[in-house]
């Protein structure tokens, strides 16, 4: 079965400094995996997932198959950055429904 | 932007009182979720409906749960049967037939006392 690793239920960093959240993986599949963002009191919401490649507000993140993992990172931390992340996979079937990780909090301190 | 929406934002109903919660998906979607999170605890996967039945469910959707889409926008959950350990953060959930994204609703509060 999948299962999907956020090793930090909380991380605190000072803005400008540098934000690394983690996330590990365990599936038999090819993965495919995503962060996702939760503001106070929004609705999750897609930050990036790994076949696009993308930096989403500063954000990246690279699939390691080695390491299995998919690390968040951003250089520089502000503080709208502030928010719960989750980490999720989504397995092969016919629905594609996400597993998620346990989520870490961030908190950008001014 | 479309976006999924959910209602009610927040119930309080006894334990044994049947629930539904609503959704309206994103109009052009054709696969729905419905997703909890017992606070403090992470976002898990109940069940997926596609096509007008259920393609996939977890553990967690077990008899007292059902789901249902009754006319061409909503999509419904119902606990039959309230239990304590239900009260969560449903969250509803859709994505395009060929759209890779999952787009969430804002979740509804269920508080089972």
């Known amino acids: 079965a999948q299962r999907v690793t956020q090793p930090e239920k909380l991380l605190s ?14 599936y038999s ?28 507000k500063g954000f990246t993140a690279d699939l390691n198959k080695g390491e299995t993992s998919f690390h968040l990172k951003k250089p520089f931390a502000q503080e709208e950055d502030s928010a719960m992340y989750y ?24 | 932007e479309p976006e999924v929406t959910q209602t009610p934002s927040h119930q ?28 403090g605890q992470k976002v898990e996967f109940l069940v997926s409906f596609y096509n007008n039945e259920i393609s996939e469910k977890s553990e967690i959707f077990d ?29 509803c959930a859709s994505r395009e037939t060929v759209g890779n994204t999952i787009y969430f609703g804002e979740g509804s509060w269920l508080t089972v006392v």
């Open chain 1, 13 to 26: 960093v000072f803005k400008g400094a540098p934000v690394e959240l983690k996330c590990n993986y365990s």
């Open chain 2, 12 to 39: 309080v109903t006894q334990m044994g009182q049947e629930v539904i919660l609503r959704c309206v998906p994103i109009s052009n979607h054709l696969y729905f979720y419905w997703y909890r999170q017992i606070l």
């Open chain 2, 63 to 91: 008899d007292q749960f059902s789901v249902e889409r009754p006319d061409g926008s909503n999509f419904t959950l119902k606990i039959r049967s309230t239990k304590l350990e239900d009260s969560a953060m449903y969250f």
């Open chain 1, 29 to 56: 599949g090819s993965p495919e995996l995503f962060w996702y963002v939760q503001y106070s009191r929004q609705r999750l919401q897609l930050l990036l997932r790994h076949i696009s490649r993308e930096s989403i």
């Open chain 1, 87 to 110: 980490c999720a996979l989504r397995v092969s079937g016919s629905a594609r429904q996400l597993t998620f990780g346990s989520g870490t909090q961030l908190t950008v301190l001014p």
